[in-house]
């Protein structure tokens, strides 16, 4: 993962330039659940993944089975139905993890429109996190990134108004489609 750049400077008339060595090998997947539910506080659900054997052709992506497993411990942690809203990422659309879906009556899944990033609030996620805890960090190993990673997805779980702001950025709104109360 090449480091992002918040700021940097350089003497005035010249254009700075950062070198970074190597070239990004996806080491690291997370997927993430923002949560939303009325007159309750958002949450964020994530899990990291580091991929051992990225050099040998090995998987670079979270898999159908990681989903599902993200899924499955969501509905625990939550206690209650799940509406998944997923961008259009090949994992999502596996016919297995289709399966296990329609399998379950406490899931049930909608798709975005293709390339429409923006409806996503996940993205926003990333968006905090690529700005707060990555910017300006070169990181010193692969165990230094990942606690940097997590330390900053706690960062954002723990602020519930992160959370919230990424949907409010979509310009989506939660609505129920039952009467309150039945």
């Known amino acids: 993962m090449t480091p992002p750049t918040a700021r940097t400077w350089s003497r005035r008339g010249r254009t ?8 990004s090998q996806r080491r690291f997947s997370i997927a993430a659940l923002a949560c939303y539910k009325q007159v309750e506080r958002s949450r964020l ?9 990225h050099k040998r052709g090995g998987r670079r992506s ?51 429109p293709a390339y ?27 165990d230094h990134l990942m606690r940097t990673l997590r330390q900053g997805l706690r960062q954002i779980q723990y602020r519930s108004n992160l959370v919230d702001g990424c949907l409010k950025e979509t310009g989506l709104k939660l609505t129920t489609s039952r009467q309150q109360g039945q």
């Open 16 to 23: 700075p330039v950062i070198r970074v060595r190597g070239r």
């Open 62 to 112: 979270c898999t159908w089975t990681d989903y599902r497993e993200l899924l499955t411990d969501a509905h625990q942690q939550l206690s209650a139905p799940i509406v998944v809203i997923w961008d259009n990422l090949n994992a999502h659309k596996d016919a297995r993890l289709r399966e296990f879906v329609d399998s379950h009556d406490w899931i049930r899944c909608y798709f975005l």
């Open 45 to 53: 659900i994530y899990r990291p993944k580091r991929h051992a054997d």
């Open 116 to 142: 429409a990033p923006d409806l996503n609030p996940v993205e926003g996620i990333w968006s905090l996190l690529r700005r707060s805890s990555q910017a300006n960090t070169a990181f010193t190993d692969p």
